[in-house]
């Protein structure tokens, strides 16, 4: 008897076949819905597409196939990388193909943000807690105990600024500090590393993230054929497609996840030595993210979650904190790492080099005026005070050179550092006039220099001692388009991100990449996907196949082999980050007319003790009559305040209100959407009759917790600080089950 494989990747003479594109059923929908494939379009089902060195994508003309040109009509040679000196060298102005490109995606929008469209700020400050002296001459990390004004404005990438909060998505996490010394802005996400290593690549990035040009939709999804296709051919991107298809990409609050100032930079001393840097912002919250279905619902019922929850925590006096960090490390590191430093591609564990808390960051003010503050903010990676300088990463050589342009055309002129939370809060000195909406011209009668006119009308002049100086750094090789071969390894930290994962977190990954993958409508894009996986992690691969329904592909063409064995690092998980307590959080609390008032009140106490918040849902937002003649409004009508907008959820009803709430709809979908999305459920004995309707009460685990007396609502609160009872998730979801 012939063996049967038992390997989805074994070869077979039964092996499906792929799917006809050309099938008008294919799809799963009506054939006058299905978009036609073009009859010329590159169809492969894994991904084997020429590379360079670097690992780089290169489609050329030739035949049928057009040469890209620029907008003057020049032939264009290389589309992938910018132009440099040596292939790890910095990037040079003289890239007219690089510059036309980046300066036309800047000015695509008027005036929103082309990226990062979607975002709310808040002020606070910066205060130094460990003197960075030894390693920099930055002002701002000199004196320990000192204050530095501070704006952060938080962000979604892909989405307009309509569009809405738990999208999945990269977060901006963008400081402006002003020092003393001018302003720092560290323009970074809450994922350590970025989808692309070049920065002629971001048009492309975004253009195929965005929704599609012909049909203007989906909006802030990346679910759709356009963007996986262009992933499916940029190795490079998988890391970072780890993080975004992680719980990452969906967090709980601003307030809980972490920053990352993405690339490498440097350090320089008095006497212009220089340290390798990397930033980090650790929230003092720890780390909290939603489920999927949550984050589908949350945005539903409330479109404004995050910015709610900053408003409200600032406002409340629960002032967001987080730590800076920094991973401080030479030259000798840097050429014994297994992967390349200036590659934003990659990160480097906290466990080769630990992280050096130097210093707080705390949010204590909303803004005055959403427009004037929030959407006018400019922030620009190239503005850095002295002590603080680049690395040659292309891709933060390419956002120095592309930012600026992008503030003066979206603030209507070179004049936008005028607007006052642009502006620096240092003495500001310079011969820039003119221009569009100019308010603080030179006065006088001197605007150059060198001049004569002598130090009472002279004006400024430069300061080659406290005046900005770049690490002199010696720049060797032929200028030419090219990565980098220590660029070339795409898949070892992407496979590394994913087994330092926790099982319910993996799990989670591979429900997004399904779901993600599901609604791209080319079979062959889907199975390109899944032909990276493969070199990521054979089981994840299997398990996204298998979701999907079809056969495993063969592993993609890697341009270095990826290596197997790197350490699990427990920092990358978010689960094995979390919070120590429920400090923060928001405990919805259900009553109806004739609740335990007893209880009720030792639950208000509980929470307080905790440091959290709580709201009341009821019935009727006039809100209920306790046992005792208490009234209590409501913060949120049953139908209006779903069980997603909280962390715990505690269901008080008399015996009478739990019959009530058994014959309503939402109240049932907040009782199974809090079980379905593993949260702690405290409850009095007579919301069993809600459970039964609800077709939970036989199902009820160990983190669901009676509320038989006031005594029992200090351990409820106690056992609310695990936020999550994962076990709950693999009986209720259907994935969870292994396949037939």
């Keep these: 008897m012939a063996k049967t494989p038992t390997n989805p990747r074994e070869k077979s003479s039964n092996k499906p076949k792929p799917p006809v594109l050309a099938n008008p059923d294919v799809g799963g929908q009506s054939p006058q819905k299905a978009p036609p494939v073009p009859a010329d379009a590159d169809i492969s089902f894994t991904y084997r597409d020429p590379q360079a060195a670097g690992g780089e994508t290169h489609q050329v003309a030739g035949g049928d196939v057009a040469t890209l040109t620029t907008q003057q009509g020049i032939p264009v040679a290389d589309d992938q990388n910018s132009l440099k000196q040596g292939s790890r060298g910095p990037t040079l102005l003289e890239d007219f193909h690089f510059r036309e490109k980046m300066f036309h995606f800047d000015h695509e929008r008027i005036p929103e943000r082309v990226v990062h469209a979607r975002g709310y700020g808040a002020h606070g400050f910066f205060e130094l807690t460990d003197s960075l002296s030894d390693v920099s001459r930055a002002d701002v990390f000199q004196r320990v105990g000192e204050r530095t004004p501070a704006f952060v404005r938080f962000s979604t990438v892909a989405g307009s600024k309509g569009s809405v909060d738990l999208a999945r998505d990269v977060r901006g996490f963008a400081v402006k500090l002003y020092t003393q010394q001018g302003n720092w802005d560290l323009v970074g996400n809450n994922i350590p590393v970025f989808f692309i290593q070049d920065a002629m690549k971001f048009p492309d990035l975004i253009h195929a993230a965005k929704p599609e040009p012909d049909r203007a939709f989906p909006q802030a999804q990346t679910a759709h054929d356009n963007f996986w296709d262009f992933i499916s051919l940029t190795p490079e991107s998988f890391h970072m497609v780890m993080w975004t298809m992680s719980d990452r990409a969906i967090p709980r609050s601003f307030r809980t996840m972490e920053g990352f100032g993405v690339h490498t930079f440097r350090l320089v001393d008095a006497k212009g030595k220089s340290t390798f840097v990397k930033f980090h912002w650790k929230p003092k919250q720890g780390l909290q993210s939603v489920v999927w ?108 050179f592309s930012y600026l342009d992008t503030q003066i055309k979206r603030l209507g002129g070179p004049n936008f550092t005028h607007i006052p939370i642009n502006a620096p809060k240092c003495p500001m000195a310079h011969f820039q006039q003119d221009g569009h909406m100019a308010m603080q011209n030179p006065k006088g009668r001197v605007n150059y220099e060198p001049n004569s006119w002598g130090a009472t009308q002279g004006g400024p002049r430069e300061d080659p001692v406290r005046g900005f100086t770049s690490f002199a ?111 923060g959080r928001k405990l919805g609390i259900v009553l109806t007319d004739g609740a335990d008032a ?64 058994a014959l309503d709809a939402a109240a049932k979908d907040f009782v199974t959407d809090a079980f379905a999305h593993c949260k702690f459920i405290g409850f009095t004995a007579e919301a069993h009759a809600l459970f039964v309707k609800a077709g939970i009460a036989d199902d009820l685990d160990e983190a669901c917790l009676p509320l038989a007396s006031a005594k029992d609502a200090g351990p409820f609160l106690e056992a609310c600080r695990a936020l999550r009872h994962w076990p709950r998730e693999l009986e209720v979801d259907l994935d969870a089950r292994p396949a037939a």
Excluded at 312 to 324: M, V
Excluded at 534 to 548: H, Q, Y
Aim: aromatic content about 8%.
């Design 293 to 400: 279905n949550e984050a589908v619902k949350i945005n539903g019922a409330d479109p404004d979650f995050h910015r709610r929850d900053l408003w409200d925590a600032i406002n409340s006096g629960d002032f967001p904190e987080w730590e800076l960090g920094v991973q401080l490390f030479d030259d000798a590191f840097a050429d014994s790492f297994d992967f390349d430093v200036l590659d934003a591609t990659k990160l480097i564990p906290e466990e080769l080099v630990p992280i050096r808390v130097v210093g707080r960051l705390v949010l204590d003010r909303v803004v005055d005026n959403f427009f004037a503050e929030t959407e006018q903010v400019a922030f620009c990676t190239q503005n850095v005070p002295p002590g603080i300088d680049f690395s040659n990463d292309p891709l933060l050589q390419g956002r120095n």
């Design 473 to 583: 750094e010696q720049a060797d090789g032929p200028k030419q388009r090219v990565r980098s071969e220590s660029f070339a390894d795409h898949y070892s930290q992407a496979r590394q991100f994913f087994v330092s994962q926790t099982a319910i977190e993996q799990k989670h990954i591979g429900d997004a990449l399904v779901f993600e993958l599901s609604k791209v409508e080319r079979p062959d894009i889907r199975s390109r996907t899944v032909s990276h996986l493969v070199n990521i992690d054979e089981g994840l691969a299997a398990t996204v196949a298998n979701g999907l329904g079809i056969v495993v592909p063969d592993a993609a063409v890697a341009a270095s082999a990826p290596i197997t064995d790197l350490p699990a690092s427990d920092k990358l998980s978010i689960v094995k980050n979390g919070p120590a307590d429920f400090k």
């Design 598 to 661: 007893a209880i009720f009140k030792a639950l208000l106490k509980a929470v307080d003790g905790e440091g959290a918040v709580y709201e009341v849902i009821a019935p009727k937002i006039a809100g209920v009559t306790l046992s005792d003649g208490t009234t209590v409004a409501a913060r949120q009508k049953i139908d209006g305040g779903p069980s997603v907008l909280f962390d715990a959820v505690a269901i008080l009803a008399s015996e009478e209100g739990a019959a009530l709430l």
